[in-house]
């Protein structure tokens, strides 16, 4: 009789003692869990990725053309200068464009 007592009493010690066990055991596989999470890049942050970096390609192509047209209309106005800007412009834009997308 006592020992079903003692049974009963120590019932709700245990559970707290089992769920310590379980956190300790669980912790070792969430953590590697976590840590292929940090190092894959997953297929929609890549996509997001790919998308920032090809705006951003575009808003540079867009910035390098206008500033060649404003330097070629400065060349047609008779500024030698604007000329030779306006040329390497173009060729800035051409690299730009020949880079690997």
Known sequence: MR????????APLLTGCISAVKTV????VKAVGQVADWSTTSQDESD???????RKREEQ??????Q???AAEKCQG???EQCQRAEV?????E????EPR
């Open 89 to 93: 412009l173009d060729h800035e834009i």
């Open 48 to 54: 997001r990725n790919r998308g920032r970096e090809l």
């Open 95 to 98: 690299a730009l464009m020949a």
């Open 78 to 80: 008779g500024n030698s």
């Open 68 to 70: 060649r047209d404003k």
């Open 61 to 66: 192509m867009g910035k390098l053309t206008r």
């Open 25 to 28: 055991v669980t912790a070792p």
């Open 3 to 10: 020992a079903l007592i003692i049974a009963a009493l120590a």
